[in-house]
Each structure stands twice: as C-alpha cells, then as structure tokens.
C-alpha cells in the first residue's frame, strides 16, 4: 500500500479485485468491523491483508 492523495480510488482497485474466496473472507471481515492486527494478520488470503489495511489507517482530523 502507498500512501497518496487518492487511497479511496487506491482501496477501490484493491478491493474490486479480489475474486471468489478472498472476496468472500474480505466482506466478511468488514461486516464484522474489527480491524485489529490479529483479526487482519490471520487473514487467509494476502490480497484480503491488503486491502484490510485502509481500514486501519488513522483517521486525519
């Protein structure tokens, strides 16, 4: 992950490509809204780490 202007369009490419299984284990994950590094880190599938990843950026104010 890069940190640039737009990590919304970034998130969105990650997310979009995720396919079958990895896709199913990403949506479930953010359903359950618990990004803790345990619950990102035992993530079956890298690709789903990945995009797990915007989620635990800290929120600018």
């Not at 970034?10 to 809204?33: C, P, Q, S, V, Y």
């Amino acid at each position: 992950m890069k940190h640039k202007e737009n990590l919304t369009r970034e998130w969105h490419d990650a997310f979009h490509a995720l396919t079958g299984e990895a896709e199913a284990e990403a949506r479930m994950i953010i359903a359950r809204n618990d990004f803790s590094e345990a619950v990102v880190g035992a993530a079956k599938h890298g690709e789903v780490r990945e995009v797990l990843q915007y989620y635990m950026l800290p929120k600018v104010r």
